[in-house]
Structure formats: structure tokens, C-alpha cells
């Protein structure tokens, strides 16, 4: 009997332990902090060997494969015997990916991976398909293939994930732009974290599709050097290509093998550039699957987008309230000033992750009233902001940053809620932070 190993106990963790042992192997997880109960219930339930607060080296070197959660460095001296040992370790999507026939859809990129995912699931669930979604977005890849038979699945899928595949292949592979993000896992060299996005697609064969944004310089230029054997189809909001996706006339045109579909671009349920962006990769990928034009045109219609992003609270005396907690990195922040419309009061901040946040300047000048930074450390963004608005408060509490915003915003301002920066300084995690921010609200 093959003995899997599997660092870290939780969603992912879990997930793998079930459809490990159902498929037969000896399995053993290892989580060097504590596993949460639910998880506890699960493995002790499947009868399946844990422990926490710590990694038994002999149980886990004796490994034939292990299993690493995303979240785990490969520079762990653990991680690093492993290697060493030629013990193979992959990630959970390679794991489950093994154990299912179903048409997988796989969608990468720095931002807008979950709304993309979540809509492409959207508007095959409203066409009837047979399909689950799964990876980096709520349940685990790996126990939905132990328990279901979807014959389609929806994939979000990291960079840490992807770094952990051999074998696994999407028919689809979706890449949704590449921007400086995480490169503390990279050794701070871009140029690995754009080959680790790229590993999405390096399985992929012709009959296979790749979709891409033809207006990120960062793939355009990746693509030239190392030509893939999926088929291109780019979407683009600025050229329009032999295939792929574009706007002509506030109607998106897409362009497959199977011929030109065209339909209106007005009355999208998300607004912004980027989501039209996000809507563009969607609906390429639903024709791709044969889904009719009615289906995806109501789809794009009623769908409601991802907690946390962009997501309208309330409107308090005239004032928009937004929760953006979803924005951890520059980029992010920067689609969500992009898309205001009204004098915005700007509630940014927390752990910062090397930004640089000059390219945020020009949005600033133009639609920023007030920033209230929100974070234990606001050096840099007193540096580079403190001078380009009339108002500047520091707050070091999320009821305080809501209270300053209320006092300043008048009739007609949005109150955007867009940190550009991890949460654990002041959070347990950007939910966390997104759900104080609306509860505050609540309380005004």
C-alpha cells in the first residue's frame, strides 16, 4: 500500500486525506499548528492517522507521495529533505486531477481569478450543466472528486498551486493578467512568478484552449518567447484579433472555431474595466463549451459577484458605502479607484507586501477626497499620498475608520473600502476585515 503523505490539515489537506484513502492509500496528515475541529471530525471519521503542533519527521519521511497545502514555502527544511529524498511532492489539484475525466476549466491570473471563476460556474449552473467548483474558492478540489461525478469543473487555481502540478491539464486554461503579487514566494524575481501562472497551460496539447488578456503587455510578451500548443484566444478591449473575444459597438464579438457570436456588453451585473475584462474570459470559455447566447446573456445579467469585491453595503444620507477587502495587492486597488464615478473617501492600508503605490497617484489626484489609512504601519502611504489630498487621518481600529468616514463624506461621495494590502497586522483575514467594515456600517 502507497503511503500518502499530506503537510497541512486544512480545506485542502482534508479533501486529499478522503479521496486518498478512498482510493487506497495509507494516509497520514501533518499540520505544524492546529487542525481546526471540523477538519478533526472529518479525518477521525474516515479513520484516517493526523497529527498537530508539529511534523513527525519519520512519518513523513517515509513517504512515497506527499501532498503540500498551498500555503507551505517550498524553502521549509522539511519541504527541502523531501526534495532531497526524491520523494515527490505535488499540490491538491494534481492529486485530485488524477482521479476524474471531467472537462476542467482552470482559471489563473493575479486579479479577478474568483469573480471569473465563480461567473464561468455561474453560467454553466444556469445552462444545467453537471458541474462543481472548486480550488483556491470554497470547497476542496480533491473531495468533490471523491464525492461527486460533476462532468464539469471550475477551478481557481494559485500560483502555489500550479507550482505543485506534473501531470494536470485543463481543456480550458484561462490566465487573467499578471502583476507583481506574492514575489516574497519567488525570491522577489517577477519573472518566476510569470512562469509559475504560465505552468497553468504546460500540459496542454491542441485540442486544448488558452484564454488570455491580449492588452497585458506582461502575456504578450511571455507568449512570444515560449510558444504553447493550446489554441490562443485572446480577449481585448483595445484590438480585435483573428479568434478570441473583443467589444465592437457595446457588443462583445467571439470568435472560436465554431464560429462568430455576438451580443450586447450593456446591462452587466458588474461594473468596471476589469470586470469587463472577467466577463470577457467567462463568456469565451462558455461558448467554447457550446452554452447558448440567450443562456450567457442572462447569466451575465443576474449574476451576483464575489464577497468582498466591489461589493455595495449601503447607501447612508446619500453616501455609497464599498466593501473591496478582496483588494490585497496595488493592482486590485487600482481597478477598484478605475471604476468610481462619484468624489471617493478611501480607506487603505494594513500589512504591506513591498507595494509600490505611485501608480495609484493619478486616480488619487483624480477622485480621492480623503484617504483614512487602516493599519499599524502607515509610513508609506503617508509618504506617497499625504500631500495629494486635502484630507489625511490615521485610525488603527475599523468602527474608528468608519466613524472618520461618515463625519467626511457628503451627499454624493462613495465611501471605498480598497486596502491595497494584506489584513493580518489588524484581521484575521480580508473576510474578517470585510465583514467588521460592514458591520460598522451597520452601526452608524
Known amino acids: 500500500m502507497e503511503r500518502l503523505v499530506i503537510l497541512g490539515g486544512g480545506e485542502s489537506g482534508a479533501g486529499t486525506a478522503i479521496l486518498g484513502k478512498q482510493k487506497g492509500y495509507e494516509v497520514f496528515v501533518s499540520d505544524k499548528d492546529k487542525i481546526k475541529d471540523k477538519y478533526k471530525d472529518v479525518l477521525t471519521h474516515f479513520g484516517i492517522d493526523w497529527e498537530e503542533g508539529g511534523?513527525?519527521?519519520?512519518?513523513?519521511?517515509?513517504?512515497?507521495?506527499?501532498?503540500?497545502?498551498?500555503?507551505?514555502?517550498?524553502?521549509?527544511?522539511?519541504?527541502?529533505?523531501?526534495?532531497?529524498?526524491?520523494?515527490?511532492?505535488?499540490?491538491?489539484?494534481?492529486?485530485?486531477?488524477?482521479?476524474?475525466?471531467?472537462?476542467?476549466?482552470?482559471?489563473?491570473?493575479?486579479n479577478g481569478k474568483t469573480t471569473t471563476t465563480m461567473l464561468i460556474h455561474h453560467i454553466l449552473k444556469q445552462a444545467g450543466y453537471s458541474v462543481g467548483m472548486a480550488g483556491n474558492i470554497g470547497d476542496s478540489f480533491a473531495k468533490m472528486v471523491a464525492e461527486s461525478t460533476y462532468e464539469y469543473y471550475v477551478l481557481e487555481i494559485s500560483s502555489f498551486q500550479l507550482d505543485g502540478i506534473t501531470k494536470f491539464r485543463p481543456h480550458i486554461g484561462v490566465l487573467t493578467n499578471i502583476t507583481p503579487d506574492h514575489l516574497d514566494r519567488y525570491e522577489y524575481d517577477f519573472q518566476k512568478y510569470i512562469a509559475s501562472k504560465f505552468r497553468i497551460t504546460m500540459n496542454q496539447t491542441k485540442e486544448d484552449h488558452f484564454i488570455y488578456d491580449a492588452d497585458d503587455e506582461v502575456i504578450v510578451d511571455y507568449l512570444l518567447k515560449h510558444p504553447i500548443q493550446a489554441k490562443l484566444l485572446p480577449f481585448s478591449l483595445e484590438v480585435e484579433g483573428?479568434?478570441?473575444?473583443?467589444?465592437?459597438?457595446?457588443?462583445?464579438?467571439?470568435?472560436?472555431?465554431?464560429?462568430?457570436?455576438?451580443?450586447?456588453?450593456?446591462?452587466?451585473?458588474?461594473?468596471?474595466?476589469?470586470?469587463?475584462?472577467?466577463?470577457?474570459?467567462?463568456?469565451?470559455?462558455?461558448?467554447?463549451?457550446?452554452?447558448?447566447?440567450?443562456?450567457?446573456?442572462?447569466?451575465?445579467?443576474?449574476?451576483?459577484?464575489?464577497?468582498?469585491?466591489?461589493?455595495?453595503?449601503?447607501?447612508?444620507?446619500?453616501?455609497?458605502?464599498?466593501?473591496?477587502?478582496?483588494?490585497?495587492?496595488?493592482?486590485?486597488?487600482?481597478?477598484?479607484?478605475?471604476?468610481?464615478?462619484t468624489p471617493t473617501v478611501w480607506i487603505v492600508g494594513g500589512l504591506d507586501k513591498g507595494n509600490d503605490y505611485k501608480v495609484l497617484m493619478p486616480l488619487v489626484r483624480e477622485k480621492v477626497k480623503a484617504i483614512i489609512c487602516l493599519g499599524m504601519d502607515n509610513t508609506k502611504l503617508r509618504q506617497t499620498f499625504q500631500n495629494a489630498v486635502d484630507i489625511f487621518v490615521e485610525t488603527y481600529a475599523m468602527s474608528e475608520a468608519i466613524k472618520v468616514a461618515y463625519k467626511i463624506a457628503e451627499r454624493g461621495d462613495t465611501v471605498l473600502l480598497s486596502p491595497a494590502c494584506a489584513s493580518f497586522d489588524l484581521f484575521k483575514n480580508y473576510e474578517d476585515r470585510g465583514n467588521q467594515f460592514k458591520e460598522a456600517i451597520k452601526n452608524l
Open 242 to 341: 483573428e479568434q478570441g473575444t473583443h467589444i465592437r459597438d457595446k457588443h462583445f464579438v467571439i470568435k472560436t472555431e465554431q464560429g462568430t457570436m455576438e451580443m450586447t456588453s450593456d446591462s452587466l451585473a458588474l461594473e468596471g474595466k476589469h470586470n469587463l475584462k472577467n466577463t470577457m474570459a467567462a463568456i469565451t470559455a462558455a461558448k467554447l463549451v457550446g452554452i447558448r447566447k440567450e443562456t450567457i446573456r442572462e447569466s451575465i445579467q443576474n449574476f451576483q459577484g464575489a464577497a468582498h469585491r466591489l461589493e455595495k453595503v449601503l447607501k447612508i444620507h446619500h453616501v455609497q458605502y464599498i466593501n473591496d477587502s478582496k483588494a490585497t495587492n496595488v493592482n486590485a486597488t487600482y481597478y477598484a479607484l478605475d471604476s468610481m464615478s
Open 55 to 110: 511534523h513527525s519527521e519519520e512519518k513523513i519521511l517515509n513517504a512515497d507521495l506527499v501532498m503540500k497545502s498551498p500555503g507551505i514555502p517550498d524553502k521549509v527544511p522539511l519541504v527541502q529533505k523531501l526534495a532531497a529524498n526524491k520523494i515527490p511532492i505535488i499540490s491538491e489539484i494534481e492529486f485530485a486531477g488524477r482521479y476524474t475525466d471531467a472537462t476542467i476549466i482552470g482559471i489563473t491570473g493575479s
